[in-house]
């Protein structure tokens, strides 16, 4: 057997014959680390040639009995499109601690209570130590199986054994194969680990989750191509000083990628935010300047979110500009144009822009509201309790047009508020719709004409 050292990066997988301080491929500096890589043939295969699919007509190919399986999470099922797709492969990643875990094992006793078989391979605790934080999340069924193992061979053996539907992976960065002689957790390790659970699934039909660790950046540990093997990429977000967490698809070849679920996190384990907006409003401070209120999109769901504005002279001479859960960019774009089109003297003063909650927003819906907010704070004027302000702000200090205008309207209706601002050519279509009514809609065409509107 020949055997040979080659070194990978650890970041992007990229193979080097020698060590070199900098990858070429991602720029990461000093995360090349050696492997031994043998010439032989990869032994651990034999068990999956033995259900290889066989080539079929696509007319033919039968689409009964059941696509989707509901976890009766309904968060978590919102997220992914409607339930788990058999014979898909999840990666749900996250930070220590968010409660990865925790979120699957209600999801497998969940799904183990509907007589669905759940094999969850614990490679990091005991089974003492999984079986307790289970029976404080619910009962325990009968159909729902725990093995604490690392070598992939053997796992690979018991679920042929058991034969079950689900299957949870916790971690995938533990696993190992004998035939790989780099350490548990190296790019080879995760890639074949990875690549062989993903080839049982779509041959099988089992629904395979697998927990992915995350780096300092918060991104998915492991190689790249570890994400583009699987089927759903799932983050789990959130402070760990807060109770709320945040679950985000940014990969579903099933479903929207927009989509988010809220969940609080609680001594019984996580509980879904049935209404998220609520929760997200429910400390806004009263009559305080700087504070807006927004109707964002996540996905196909309307959510309402506090955009806050500090603005204050500068102590320095350069003035700073700090944001968080909106673009940096974006808020620096804006500034300038309420500078230029209304003419506000905001190049001597500090902007601080927040949305509270711990959301981020991605899309150009929540321009307005964050002028608003910047322009409330600078004046020391308030904003409306009763207002939700939306719209797109162009460069030229127009206001454009933004999409699902009826669901953000309705969704503010729902939490009381009286008065919504929005794009003209919004209103224009809305005003052939009869059935919004109790809410006033104000159309407006540029900023100078949003903020005389907002500040009366």
Same mark, same amino acid.
């Given at each position: 057997?020949?055997?040979?050292?080659?070194?990978?990066?650890?970041?992007?997988?990229?193979?080097?014959?020698?060590?070199?301080?900098?990858?070429?491929?991602? %720029?990461?500096? /000093?995360?090349?680390?050696?492997?031994?890589? #043998?010439?032989?043939?990869?032994?651990?295969?034999?068990?999956?040639?033995?259900?290889?699919?066989?080539?079929?007509?696509?007319?033919?190919?039968?689409?009964?009995?059941?696509?989707? =399986?509901?976890?009766?999470?309904? $968060?978590? /099922?919102?997220?992914?499109?409607?339930?788990?797709?058999?014979?898909?492969?999840?990666?749900?990643?996250?930070?220590?601690?968010?409660?990865?875990?925790?979120?699957?094992?209600?999801?497998?006793?969940?799904?183990?209570? %509907?007589?669905?078989?759940?094999?969850?391979?614990?490679? $990091?605790?005991?089974?003492?130590?999984?079986?307790?934080?289970?029976?404080?999340?619910?009962? =325990?069924?009968? *159909?729902?199986?725990?093995?604490?193992?690392?070598?992939? /061979?053997?796992?690979?053996?018991?679920?042929?054994?058991?034969?079950?539907?689900?299957?949870?992976?916790?971690?995938?960065?533990?696993?190992?194969?004998? *035939?790989?002689?780099?350490?548990?957790?190296?790019?080879?390790?995760?890639? $074949?680990?990875?690549?062989?659970?993903?080839?049982?699934?779509?041959?099988?039909?089992?629904?395979?989750?697998?927990?992915?660790?995350?780096?300092?950046?918060?991104?998915?540990?492991?190689?790249?191509?570890?994400?583009?093997?699987?089927?759903?990429?799932?983050?789990?977000?959130?402070?760990? %000083?807060?109770?709320?967490?945040?679950?985000?698809? @940014?990969?579903?070849?099933?479903?929207?990628?927009?989509?988010?679920?809220?969940?609080?996190?609680?001594?019984?384990?996580?509980? %879904?935010?049935?209404?998220?907006?609520?929760?997200?409003?429910?400390?806004?401070?009263?009559?305080?300047?700087?504070?807006?209120?927004?109707?964002?999109?996540?996905?196909?769901?309307?959510?309402?979110?506090?955009?806050?504005?500090? @603005?204050?002279?500068?102590?320095?001479?350069?003035? #700073?500009? #700090?944001?968080?859960?909106?673009?940096?960019?974006?808020?620096?774009?804006?500034?300038?144009?309420?500078?230029?089109?209304?003419?506000?003297?905001?190049?001597?003063? *500090? =902007?601080?822009?927040?949305?509270?909650?711990? @959301?981020? =927003?991605?899309?150009?819906?929540?321009?307005?509201?964050?002028?608003?907010?910047?322009?409330?704070?600078?004046?020391?004027?308030?904003?409306?309790?009763? *207002?939700?302000?939306?719209?797109?702000?162009?460069?030229?200090?127009?206001?454009?047009?933004?999409?699902?205008?009826?669901?953000?309207?309705?969704?503010?209706?729902?939490?009381?508020?009286?008065?919504?601002?929005?794009?003209?050519?919004?209103?224009?279509?809305?005003?052939?719709?009869?059935?919004?009514?109790?809410?006033?809609?104000?159309?407006?065409?540029? @900023?100078?004409?949003?903020?005389?509107?907002?500040?009366?």
């Amino acid at each position: 057997m020949k055997t040979k050292s080659v070194f990978i990066c650890q970041e992007c997988g990229y193979n080097s014959a020698k060590w070199i301080g900098r990858c070429p491929e991602c %720029q990461s500096w /000093d995360s090349l680390v050696e492997e031994i890589k #043998r010439e032989s043939n990869v032994k651990g295969r034999g068990f999956l040639l033995e259900i290889a699919s066989k080539p079929q007509k696509l007319a033919e190919i039968s689409m009964s009995g059941e696509l989707r =399986i509901k976890t009766n999470i309904s $968060e978590l /099922d919102h997220v992914l499109g409607g339930g788990i797709v058999k014979g898909s492969v999840l990666l749900f990643g996250g930070a220590p601690g968010i409660g990865k875990s925790t979120l699957l094992l209600q999801a497998c006793t969940a799904l183990s209570k %509907q007589r669905k078989k759940v094999l969850y391979i614990s490679a $990091e605790e005991s089974a003492q130590q999984t079986k307790m934080r289970a029976e404080r999340l619910g009962n =325990i069924s009968d *159909d729902f199986y725990i093995v604490c193992e690392t070598n992939l /061979d053997i796992i690979l053996k018991h679920i042929n054994e058991i034969a079950p539907e689900f299957i949870v992976a916790d971690s995938v960065q533990v696993l190992y194969l004998e *035939d790989i002689s780099s350490a548990a957790g190296s790019v080879s390790q995760v890639r $074949e680990c990875a690549s062989r659970l993903t080839i049982l699934a779509k041959n099988r039909g089992i629904s395979v989750f697998l927990v992915g660790h995350v780096t300092k950046e918060g991104s998915l540990a492991g190689p790249r191509v570890l994400e583009h093997l699987v089927d759903t990429v799932l983050y789990f977000e959130g402070e760990t %000083q807060t109770n709320f967490r945040i679950l985000r698809a @940014v990969k579903n070849r099933f479903g929207s990628t927009n989509e988010i679920g809220i969940f609080e996190m609680t001594s019984c384990g996580l509980k %879904q935010v049935e209404n998220p907006s609520q929760m997200f409003l429910t400390e806004r401070p009263q009559k305080t300047a700087g504070s807006s209120v927004t109707a964002t999109m996540e996905g196909t769901r309307p959510l309402l979110v506090e955009i806050q504005a500090l @603005v204050s002279p500068t102590s320095f001479g350069l003035p #700073r500009r #700090r944001t968080t859960g909106v673009d940096f960019n974006r808020t620096a774009l804006l500034t300038a144009v309420l500078e230029k089109r209304a003419h506000y003297a905001l190049a001597t003063q *500090d =902007i601080f822009l927040n949305v509270a909650g711990g @959301v981020k =927003i991605v899309e150009p819906a929540a321009d307005l509201a964050a002028v608003a907010a910047i322009a409330s704070s600078f004046k020391e004027v308030c904003i409306s309790e009763k *207002d939700v302000i939306f719209g797109e702000v162009g460069l030229g200090g127009e206001i454009r047009a933004v999409s699902h205008a009826e669901l953000r309207i309705r969704e503010a209706k729902k939490m009381g508020f009286t008065r919504i601002i929005l794009p003209k050519n919004n209103l224009r279509i809305l005003e052939k719709n009869s059935k919004i009514k109790e809410v006033a809609l104000i159309g407006v065409e540029s @900023v100078c004409q949003a903020l005389e509107v907002i500040f009366g």
